[in-house]
């Protein structure tokens, strides 16, 4: 008999934000569940993630606890009945769970902002930048284990290649683009495939230079994936382990102030491009 996968992050989201919508309506979960009908064990496994729920049980759920915001109702539901098998399942048991849970964040987002210091953004990397850089982060990995991540990563970037492509700004400090992760031509390379596609029509790139007065938002680095509420966006920030997702109201409120600030201080992107145009030139 096989094991039960552990849910997915997207999953841990729905349950989280039935949970959140309990909470706030006062409710403890054994009321819920005599409201709706169950037991308070499946109301658990509901907010636990383990067990699914259909849109009538949810839309119960929702009525019960007072939920009035029906559009963000209607983007539990349509999270609910979500059933995607994306590419990144062929990577499970293969990699890190909270690898998974990345391009299926990515795949689902109405659109992403990062901002990076010093690496060019996942999305934007060469496949020779990636492999220089996860050898040199990782160097007990096997060759083997070091394309497999380059593969991953790669594969990733099919949010910004598809027919219907995710709106992608990205905002680069100058440092990241002159760190040479690889050689010289490795890095040309990575600054060409950054112009390149930063003149799609969805993808917006901007500049912070090193000779930018006043800046104290280094520590800003991030990954923005909008929802298809605002109260469903997700930030992601590098832990120790892998990526860590960010959900709470109140920092997702933070840093979309963030990302603005960031934004309004670099360059505007006519200018970014110029500037990468000319730090190619000098390698």
Same mark, same amino acid.
């Given at each position: 008999?096989?094991?039960?996968?552990?849910?997915?992050?997207?999953?841990?989201?729905?349950?989280?934000?039935?949970?959140?919508?309990?909470?706030?309506?006062?409710?403890?979960?054994?009321?819920?569940?005599?409201?709706?009908?169950?037991?308070?064990?499946?109301?658990?496994?509901?907010?636990?993630?383990?067990?699914?729920?259909?849109?009538?049980?949810?839309?119960?759920?929702?009525? +019960?606890?007072?939920?009035? #915001?029906?559009?963000?109702?209607?983007?539990?539901?349509?999270?609910?009945?979500?059933?995607?098998?994306?590419?990144? =399942?062929?990577?499970?048991?293969?990699?890190? @769970?909270?690898?998974?849970?990345?391009?299926?964040?990515?795949?689902?987002?109405?659109?992403?902002?990062?901002? $990076?210091?010093?690496?060019?953004?996942?999305?934007?990397?060469?496949?020779?930048?990636?492999?220089?850089?996860?050898?040199?982060? +990782?160097?007990?990995?096997?060759? @083997?284990? !070091?394309?497999?991540?380059?593969?991953?990563?790669?594969?990733?970037?099919?949010?910004?290649?598809?027919?219907?492509? !995710?709106?992608?700004?990205?905002?680069?400090?100058?440092?990241?683009?002159?760190?040479?992760?690889?050689?010289r031509r490795a890095a040309r390379a990575q600054l060409t495939r950054v112009l390149e596609?930063?003149?799609? $029509?969805? !993808?917006?790139?901007?500049?912070?230079?090193? #000779?930018?007065? $006043?800046?104290?938002?280094?520590?800003?680095?991030? !990954?923005?994936?909008?929802?298809?509420?605002?109260?469903?966006? @997700?930030?992601?920030?590098?832990?120790? +382990?892998?990526?860590?997702?960010? #959900?709470?109201?109140?920092?997702?409120?933070?840093?979309?102030?963030?990302?603005?600030?960031?934004?309004?201080?670099?360059? #505007?992107?006519?200018?970014?491009? $110029?500037?990468?145009?000319?730090?190619?030139? =000098?390698?």
């Amino acid at each position: 008999m096989g094991t039960k996968r552990e849910p997915t992050a997207r999953q841990l989201r729905l349950a989280v934000e039935l949970r959140r919508l309990r909470e706030a309506a006062g409710l403890s979960s054994r009321e819920a569940a005599a409201l709706l009908g169950v037991n308070s064990v499946q109301i658990s496994q509901i907010e636990s993630g383990t067990s699914g729920v259909s849109e009538e049980r949810l839309r119960r759920m929702a009525a +019960n606890y007072a939920c009035a #915001d029906e559009e963000f109702i209607s983007a539990l539901v349509a999270k609910a009945a979500d059933r995607t098998q994306g590419w990144w =399942e062929e990577y499970r048991g293969r990699l890190p @769970t909270p690898f998974m849970d990345l391009p299926e964040l990515e795949h689902h987002a109405t659109y992403r902002w990062d901002v $990076d210091f010093l690496h060019v953004p996942g999305l934007l990397q060469t496949a020779e930048y990636a492999r220089s850089l996860f050898s040199y982060v +990782n160097p007990e990995f096997q060759e @083997t284990e !070091v394309e497999r991540w380059v593969e991953h990563r790669m594969k990733r970037r099919s949010i910004l290649e598809r027919p219907n492509p !995710v709106p992608y700004e990205t905002v680069i400090h100058e440092a990241a683009l002159r760190i040479r992760v690889g050689d010289r031509r490795a890095a040309r390379a990575q600054l060409t495939r950054v112009l390149e596609l930063a003149e799609a $029509d969805h !993808v917006t790139v901007r500049v912070i230079p090193f #000779d930018l007065d $006043d800046f104290g938002g280094a520590g800003s680095a991030m !990954v923005y994936a909008g929802g298809p509420v605002p109260r469903l966006d @997700t930030v992601v920030r590098d832990g120790p +382990n892998g990526p860590v997702f960010i #959900d709470a109201e109140a920092q997702l409120t933070w840093y979309r102030t963030l990302f603005r600030r960031v934004e309004a201080v670099s360059l #505007d992107p006519d200018r970014s491009r $110029d500037f990468i145009h000319r730090l190619a030139k =000098e390698l």
